[in-house]
């Protein structure tokens, strides 16, 4: 095809557990071009908390940082249809922008049958249902159930008995499975098992066997937790709408962030001291095993797709911190078996159950809910909150951008994501990618073509391919004169046999489509024996044009 530039990848690695390296080889458009910056408008939910008899905070009392770098503020105002109230859009010093008041709340309700229990589901499925009048105010609803895949019980709905309907009716019925704290219960029985075998045979301890039960139930417990994050971050990405109020009430349950806190003193020797070598390791192995990092960029990815969130945590969560942590190694094992309150079980499973989701809410500009009967205040919450919209000037590339929101006036505080995308994010490549792979028709702007050609194969005999895609850039039309030095993202998705997917991103930097039909994506790759098919999306990010395509992979 005339016109087109290519984009090479000499070899990417696709093997499970391994992403490779990525060795990117760009062409220089002929001529000079200059870096393009935008001007644009980014609106974002806020919550501004006033102490009681305050007059309302105005826009220019509002200070906003995004990436280090302040941007001026172009309008404050009600978010969605049932917050615009006499007066509260005076507050605003600027015109508004783009009608924003005019914008119903996109409204998810997210049941995670995984890690809620049964009580959790039906309790917060009654409780949000008897609030169905109030969400339907607010704008549309849609509520969904989360186990392997995910069920969705009720569309974008504004109907109040529609609503309480899918809640009370449909989604109380599903079984919570409170699969993490089933896992705690399981450890603790095999634990219990190896030490009367071990005093039945005359030991006084059973720390070697302690140490791969351990390992063997926080890996399991780490990979249930990162299965349920990667299903809930898809859907969340595909349901994204940019610039739109959005608002999530996520029932689940609860977990640590530092496994080790839990799993350590349940070891003879694995307490604060953890003197032995093979305690030592072992605590080596369940730091690597933290959710704090993973917890932190999930929580990024919903604040960038624009979701403030509402985790719901119901009572039934263990989400006390119980006093057996005082106890270490035998101690604490013969005070669980001899003790009155929990018999064989420490007071609690998950000792700081809240924590996560609190990051998580936080940083999404929402809160969690601990107290189911505290819902009404949320949703009460939800319908005052602000649009505030800012201007900023740079390109969109895709990169996630940390945001502050302050009150220049004193005592005032403001609820804010911490996180903006300066474009489309990753999450939402990998998400576009992933639904193609699993038969999503919807193909995007851009046409898209992608072949594969059988290579030789690795020296470990893997399968490997040379995959050739070709994007067009006819569908910018006008636009595409503009777009002299702009960024393609290319994103790769390839599954894996255990049902997980392989995703990678990559980017050609300063490209200049003015002139261009297109550009060519080549990588050889290796991917898992049995592979059936790959997914290409690529992305002119400035634009957010985008394109997808699924080739099938040489047997």
């Given at each position: 095809m005339t016109g087109l530039r290519r984009l090479t990848l000499a070899f990417v690695a696709l093997a499970p557990f391994s992403t490779g390296a990525l060795g990117l080889a760009q062409e220089t458009p002929a001529g000079e071009f200059a870096e393009r910056l935008e001007v644009t408008a980014v609106t974002v939910p806020v919550r501004v908390r006033l102490p009681a008899g305050s007059a309302p905070l105005t826009a220019a009392e509002i200070e906003v940082v995004e990436g280090g770098r302040s941007c001026p503020i172009l309008a404050l105002e009600p978010a969605g249809e049932r917050g615009a109230k006499p007066g509260a859009a005076a507050a605003a010093e600027a015109a508004p922008v783009s009608a924003a008041s005019s914008r119903p709340w996109r409204i998810l309700i997210y049941i995670d049958l995984q890690l809620a229990g049964v009580s959790s589901v039906r309790e917060a499925a009654w409780?949000?249902?008897?609030?169905?009048?109030?969400?339907?105010?607010?704008?549309?609803?849609?509520?969904?159930?989360?186990?392997?895949?995910?069920?969705?019980?009720?569309?974008?709905?504004?109907?109040?008995?529609?609503?309480?309907?899918?809640?009370?009716?449909?989604?109380?019925?599903?079984?919570?499975?409170?699969?993490?704290?089933?896992?705690?219960?399981?450890?603790?029985?095999?634990?219990?098992?190896?030490?009367?075998?071990?005093?039945?045979?005359?030991?006084?301890?059973v720390a070697g066997s302690e140490t791969a039960l351990v390992r063997a139930f926080a890996t399991q417990e780490a990979t249930l937790l990162e299965g349920r994050r990667r299903l809930a971050e898809r859907y969340f990405a595909e349901r994204s709408v940019p610039d739109w109020p959005q608002a999530a009430f996520l029932v689940t349950g609860g977990y640590d962030l530092a496994p080790a806190e839990f799993y350590l003193p349940m070891v003879e020797g694995g307490g604060a001291r953890a003197e032995s070598p093979d305690t030592a390791r072992l605590a080596n192995d369940l730091a690597a095993l933290a959710q704090g990092e993973a917890t932190a960029g999930f929580a990024r990815q919903l604040a960038a797709l624009g979701w403030t969130l509402f985790p719901v945590l119901p009572y039934d969560q263990d989400a006390a911190t119980t006093s057996d942590a005082s106890f270490d190694g035998s101690q604490r094992w013969r005070a669980m078996a001899g003790g009155t309150a929990g018999g064989s079980l420490p007071l609690t499973l998950v000792p700081h159950a809240q924590e996560p989701w609190r990051?998580?809410?936080?940083?999404?500009?929402?809160?969690?809910?601990?107290?189911?009967?505290?819902?009404?205040?949320?949703?009460?919450?939800?319908?005052?909150?602000?649009?505030?919209?800012?201007?900023?000037?740079?390109?969109?590339?895709?990169?996630?951008?940390?945001?502050?929101?302050?009150?220049?006036?004193?005592?005032?505080?403001?609820?804010?994501?911490?996180?903006?995308?300066?474009?489309?994010?990753?999450?939402?490549?990998?998400a576009r990618a992933r639904a193609l792979l699993d038969g999503d028709e919807a193909a995007g702007d851009l046409p898209l073509t992608v072949r594969v050609e059988a290579a030789p194969a690795d020296a470990g005999g893997q399968s490997a391919g040379r995959v050739e895609a070709t994007v067009e850039f006819a569908p910018l039309g006008a636009a595409k004169a503009a777009l002299v030095s702009t960024t393609i993202r290319f994103t790769i998705a390839v599954p894996r046999a255990d049902g997980s997917v392989m995703v990678i991103h990559e980017r050609a930097t300063g490209a200049d489509l003015s002139a261009r039909l297109g550009w060519i994506f080549e990588a050889r790759l290796v991917a898992p024996a049995g592979t059936p098919r790959i997914a290409v999306v690529a992305e002119e990010l400035a634009t957010g044009a985008w394109g997808g395509a699924v080739a099938r992979w040489p047997s």
């Open positions: 409780r949000l249902g008897g609030q169905a009048e109030g969400l339907a105010e607010l704008g549309e609803v849609e509520v969904v159930v989360a186990d392997d895949r995910i069920e969705r019980l009720l569309p974008p709905s504004r109907d109040p008995e529609q609503i309480r309907r899918a809640l009370r009716r449909e989604a109380a019925d599903n079984f919570g499975q409170r699969r993490l704290v089933r896992l705690r219960q399981e450890f603790f029985a095999q634990s219990n098992q190896a030490i009367g075998l071990a005093r039945r045979r005359g030991g006084s301890g990051q998580i809410g936080a940083a999404t500009g929402g809160e969690l809910v601990a107290d189911v009967r505290k819902l009404d205040e949320a949703i009460e919450g939800l319908g005052e909150r602000l649009l505030l919209t800012y201007q900023v000037n740079r390109p969109r590339d895709g990169s996630l951008l940390p945001l502050e929101v302050r009150s220049r006036r004193p005592g005032v505080e403001i609820d804010a994501p911490g996180w903006v995308a300066a474009g489309s994010p990753e999450s939402l490549a990998a």
